[in-house]
T-cell receptor, first 114, second 113 residues
Framework: NAGVTQTPKFRILKIGQSMTLQCTQD?????MYWYRQDPGMGLKLIYY???????DKGEVPNGYNVSRSTTEDFPLRLELAAPSQTSVYFC?????????????FGSGTRLTVV | GENVEQHPSTLSVQEGDSAVIKCTYS??????FPWYKQELGKRPQLIID?????GEKKDQRIAVTLNKTAKHFSLHITETQPEDSAVYFC????????????FGKGTTLSVSS
């Protein structure tokens, strides 16, 4: 099992550009999450999904979009990149109904917007 | 929604001393409280967790205590070692967002030898 795989690991974007951060898990987890971590801060929930076709907003969803067409994939889309979106992005997954058990993080994507 | 406060933001101790990090949460329905350790440039790693029906849990040098009435929980590290230096995050589950974890802002622990 690869666990949770995120690509790319690093990316530099110019203001106004768009990009998609990829997240794939091979553990058949229904629940998936996107977090961002700003320097010296904790993780903030951007979006989450409890299954294919179901997504919802977290604490800081503005400027982002997600989709969940399959159980395995949960891409995060930035449409008009802004310097405030410079951050490290973590994807995570967990089996449904486990109430926190089995929370697995990807290795992160470090994004810089200039 | 759930809100998690964590203190202190930085903590410096001498090797062999104990370290205590405290967190409070707002949602009385939260029932799962993990602690994560994050080394520079790495993903968060679960080090210990506790459920709301347990008051204390210990794993070698690490322990977590939970006071449900006061809505606070603490991480205790005894006999600290330089390799314990990292950022530690507490978190609480929220059933309002697909059982997502809501994190505190983190504590940077520095252990000097």
């Amino acid at each position: 099992n690869a666990g949770v795989t995120q690509t790319p690991k690093f990316r530099i974007l110019k203001i106004g550009q768009s990009m998609t951060l990829q997240c794939t898990q091979d553990m058949n987890h229904n629940y998936m999450y996107w977090y961002r971590q700003d320097p010296g801060m904790g993780l903030k929930l951007i979006y989450y999904s409890v299954g294919a076709g179901i997504t919802d907003k977290g604490e800081v969803p503005n400027g982002y979009n997600v989709s969940r067409s399959t159980t395995e994939d949960f891409p995060l889309r930035l449409e008009l990149a802004a310097p405030s979106q410079t951050s490290v992005y973590f994807c995570a997954s967990t089996p449904s109904g486990q109430n926190g058990y089995g929370y697995t993080f990807g290795s992160g994507t470090r994004l810089t917007v200039v | 929604g759930e809100n998690v406060e964590q203190h202190p933001s930085t903590l410096s101790v001498q090797e062999g001393d104990s370290a205590v990090i405290k967190c409070t949460y707002s949602d009385s329905a939260s029932n799962y409280f993990p602690w994560y350790k994050q080394e520079l440039g790495k993903r968060p790693q679960l080090i210990i967790d506790i459920r709301s029906n347990v008051g204390e849990k210990k794993d070698q040098r690490i322990a977590v205590t939970l006071n449900k009435t006061a809505k606070h929980f603490s991480l205790h590290i005894t006999e600290t070692q330089p390799e314990d230096s990292a950022v530690y995050f507490c978190a609480a589950i929220t059933n309002q967002a697909g059982t997502a974890l809501i994190f505190g802002k983190g504590t940077t622990l520095s252990v000097s030898s």
